[in-house]
Every structure is written in C-alpha cells, then in structure tokens.
C-alpha cells in the first residue's frame, strides 16, 4: 500500500520520505522535517504508538502534524493516540486515497 501511496502523493507534488520501519521514522523526520507525518501503528521494530510518542517528546518534532494511517479501527486505540498526539485518525479500509490526500493537505496548509 505505501507504494500506491507514494505515487498518490508525488503526482499530488508532495516530496515523500518512507521509513521501512519504526526505528527510521524519529531520524528520518529530523533529517528532513516533514510538513507532516504519516503513521501506520503496525511497524516492525518499534510499533507506532511508540513513534508517537517519540515524535511528541522530542522538542525538534513535537509540532509537525502526525495522521495516524491504519487498518485498526478501534475506538480504544483510535481515542489514545489522538490524546497522544495524533492531529488525525484514519482507517485504510474506511477512506479512499483522495480523501488521505485532502487531509494531508489540510494539515499541511494550517500553519503550525
């Protein structure tokens, strides 16, 4: 699915970083200091509720949006990662990929 999104999102003309796991993303997101982040929860090595809270307690990344882009839909897990953090709440199976790139650009052109 990244692929199909990475595609998406470069004909949209946004530049994209893929971390192949969760232990890429906090120095991915240093090295380029993305408009914005997206999070899929189920990632080998270090799972993405953990990134989030990662990204959130580093003074360098606390403020770029993080939309958590996942096939869990539980409210349970749905509740604490907006509470951790998250700006945005998506479920694969639940939103076309326009509709994730109209979120994405919501949050990329709200000043931070």
Known sequence: LYRVLQEKFEDENFKVAI???GEEVVPLAKKFMPDVIILDLLLPKIGGI???LFL???NDLLNIP?????NIGEDKTIKEVLVLGAVDYLVKTEHPINEVVETIN???LKPR
């Open 56 to 58: 959130k307690s580093d």
């Open 106 to 108: 919501k949050y990329i």
């Open 66 to 70: 993080v939309i958590v882009l996942s």
């Open 50 to 52: 953990e990134v989030l």
């Open 19 to 21: 971390a192949r796991d």
